[in-house]
């Protein structure tokens, strides 16, 4: 018991100070959004690399890399208790429809565009995870499940700064488009639900609109986030395949932060979680992701982000603009 005691301090002792420097900037970051109104994973990061030198030092390096990796894993798993499978079911088989397709392609033209342009695939399916998914937190999970890469920190930096802004320019524009084509509220809930990246914009584009919209503008979000799951699954995957190509240890079909995230679904599906236990995790899951993300704003240096050119922005672009060009496609004549 002395030995384990000795090693849990000396691990405690290792970490405190990285992850202690993690959430102050996150707590940092989730003030200004509050204050300004805007996208508090860009704050994070921002706030994050303009305090990158903590990642060189000896005490904070250890805390910052495991913030960046497993506190990151545990807000996704989290993630599982935003949903349950009778949101889904209540809305019949046109959402999932609607969903599940413009989920699948806009991810495989992501991959076939990110090849076209020079950029690996892997690129390609996490910007059109995000965009498809649920923004930055699909990002994110998607990261987390990839293959290590020298560039893989800077692509999901790269990917949450854009998929966070076009997010936010989405909220403020795709009402118009609605009212442009005339949606009645439950399609323009599902335009809104369908196409905007991140969870808060996508609530408040839908209950600025009416009480009508906001909620199937929600449940519908909420559809895409559950099919994080098995895109999570498809890069896992990819990461096994390669890691046999490369005689490296391969990872598990399942890892643990998508296994959590199942187990979470469906315990919330049962009804017996109470409201305030579904918002303490919601809670805790979006911390989890600020604190993550401010970790590795921690360790990219802003030069880095500004070598990556003009193209991948041409490229997350294009994926936003085909998805609602697809969903709305889908809206007025095809479902």
């Known amino acids: 018991m002395t030995t384990l005691a000795t090693s849990v301090r000396a691990r405690s002792n290792l970490l405190v100070p990285g992850l202690l420097m993690s959430i102050v900037v996150a707590a940092a970051a989730t003030f200004l959004a509050d204050h300004y109104h805007a996208p508090v994973m860009l704050f994070a990061l921002l706030?994050?690399?303009?305090?990158?030198?903590?990642?060189?030092?000896?005490?904070?390096?250890?805390?910052?890399?495991?913030?960046?990796?497993?506190?990151?894993?545990?807000?996704?798993?989290?993630?599982?208790?935003?949903?349950?499978?009778?949101?889904i079911a209540a809305l019949g088989w046109h959402p999932v429809v609607?969903?599940?397709?413009?989920?699948?392609?806009?991810?495989?033209?992501?991959?076939?565009a990110a090849r076209a342009m020079g950029f690996q695939t892997l690129f390609g399916l996490l910007t059109g995870g995000a965009t498809a998914i649920?923004?930055?937190?699909?990002?994110?999970?998607?990261?987390?499940?990839?293959?290590?890469?020298?560039?893989k920190e800077r692509a999901t930096l790269f990917t949450v700064i854009g998929v966070s802004a076009l997010s936010t320019m989405a909220m403020i524009v795709y009402?118009?488009?609605?009212?442009?084509?005339?949606?009645?509220?439950?399609?323009?809930?599902?335009?809104?639900?369908?196409?905007?990246?991140?969870?808060?914009?996508?609530?408040?584009a839908g209950y600025g609109m009416s009480q009508q919209t906001g909620d199937t503008?929600?449940?519908?979000?909420?559809?895409?986030?559950?099919?994080?799951?098995?895109?999570i699954v498809c890069a896992v995957m990819i990461s096994r395949g390669r890691g046999g190509e490369q005689g490296?240890?391969?990872?598990?079909l399942?890892?643990?932060?998508?296994?959590?995230?199942?187990?979470?679904?469906?315990?919330?599906s049962?009804?017996?979680?109470a409201p305030s236990v579904q918002t303490f995790a919601n809670d805790l899951s979006r911390w989890c992701l600020v604190i993550a993300i401010s970790a590795l704003g921690m360790k990219t240096q802003l030069k880095e982000l500004a070598s990556v050119g003009l193209k991948p922005i041409v490229l997350m672009v294009g994926e936003t603009v085909f998805l609602a060009a697809l969903v709305l496609g889908l809206l007025r004549w095809g479902l």
Request: with cysteine.
């Open 47 to 87: 706030l994050g690399m303009a305090v990158n030198f903590l990642s060189a030092d000896g005490k904070c390096k250890p805390g910052i890399e495991f913030t960046s990796r497993e506190v990151l894993r545990v807000g996704v798993a989290l993630l599982g208790m935003r949903l349950t499978f009778s949101q």
């Open 98 to 112: 609607l969903v599940v397709g413009s989920v699948i392609l806009t991810i495989l033209v992501a991959m076939l």
């Open 134 to 151: 649920c923004g930055a937190s699909a990002a994110l999970a998607l990261a987390a499940a990839l293959p290590a890469h020298p560039g």
């Open 175 to 204: 009402p118009m488009v609605v009212q442009l084509f005339g949606l009645d509220p439950t399609q323009a809930g599902m335009f809104l639900g369908g196409t905007i990246h991140d969870v808060a914009q996508v609530v408040g």
């Open 217 to 231: 503008a929600t449940v519908v979000k909420l559809m895409r986030v559950a099919m994080l799951l098995p895109v």
């Open 248 to 252: 490296g240890k391969r990872p598990p």
């Open 254 to 268: 399942l890892p643990w932060f998508a296994v959590g995230f199942i187990v979470l679904a469906a315990l919330n």
């Open 270 to 273: 049962t009804g017996w979680i």
